[in-house]
């Protein structure tokens, strides 16, 4: 039961984290602002939340500090999705 409910914690803080980041600025699709409704584990971050490279920064920085962990450069290349996140920070 609490692992349960430790994966759902790391997903919701995530959750939280990517919404904030996705209402700061209008994105690449103009007022348009991000809804937790929309962050879904199979979400493209550029595609479908919307993030350009500045907001995808400002999360990785932000999900470092949350977690008290380095995510090097050449594994935020890899990180597309929702799940991706949830993966490899529930490693």
């Given at each position: 039961?609490?692992?349960?409910?430790?994966?759902?914690?790391?997903?919701?803080?995530?959750?939280?984290?990517?919404?904030?980041?996705?209402?700061?600025?209008?994105?690449?699709?103009?007022?348009?602002l991000l809804s937790m409704a929309e962050?879904?584990?199979?979400?493209?971050?550029?595609?479908?939340?919307?993030?350009?490279?500045?907001?995808?920064?400002?999360?990785?920085?932000?999900?470092?500090?949350?977690?008290?962990?380095?995510?090097?450069?050449?594994?935020?290349?890899?990180?597309?999705?929702?799940?991706?996140?949830?993966?490899?920070?529930?490693?």
């Amino acid at each position: 039961m609490t692992e349960i409910k430790e994966k759902a914690s790391v997903e919701e803080r995530i959750n939280k984290i990517l919404l904030k980041i996705g209402q700061r600025d209008p994105g690449p699709k103009g007022t348009w602002l991000l809804s937790m409704a929309e962050i879904v584990p199979e979400a493209d971050l550029v595609n479908d939340l919307g993030f350009d490279s500045l907001k995808l920064l400002d999360m990785f920085d932000e999900l470092e500090e949350e977690f008290d962990l380095d995510i090097p450069d050449n594994e935020r290349l890899i990180i597309r999705t929702v799940q991706d996140l949830y993966d490899y920070i529930d490693v």
